[in-house]
């Protein structure tokens, strides 16, 4: 059975997700730790790292959201475009063909 590239199971978007949402964790305590100072706001490394997993958690959920919703979309596109083709197939069938023209 051939697999289509494009579609993704719901573990694999998860996985995706979640390294995406682990790569911004980690960018998050960076930024954090930098910006915050800026505008006053002292913060030890675990309390960085707590309001870094709170907006981790719900980025992963909204991440994980979009992509089953966009893997949805998709997978109606190609059963109506399957349908579409079927339809046509049998209206294809139905039609009868011109009879041929006999010259006597």
Do not use: C, W
């Not at 995706?16 to 490394?45: C, H, K, S, W």
């Amino acid at each position: 059975m051939l697999v289509d590239p494009l579609t993704q199971s719901r573990t694999a978007s998860f996985v995706e997700a979640a390294t995406n949402v682990a790569a911004g964790f980690v960018l998050a305590i960076f930024v954090q730790r930098g910006l915050y100072p800026l505008f006053g706001i002292r913060t030890d490394l675990v309390q960085d790292g707590a309001i870094a997993a709170a907006f981790m958690a719900v980025s992963l959920a909204r991440s994980y959201a979009i992509r089953r919703l966009f893997a949805a979309v998709e997978a109606n596109r190609e059963r109506d475009r399957q349908n579409r083709a079927h339809r046509l197939k049998l209206r294809l069938a139905a039609t009868p063909l011109p009879k041929p023209l006999v010259k006597n």
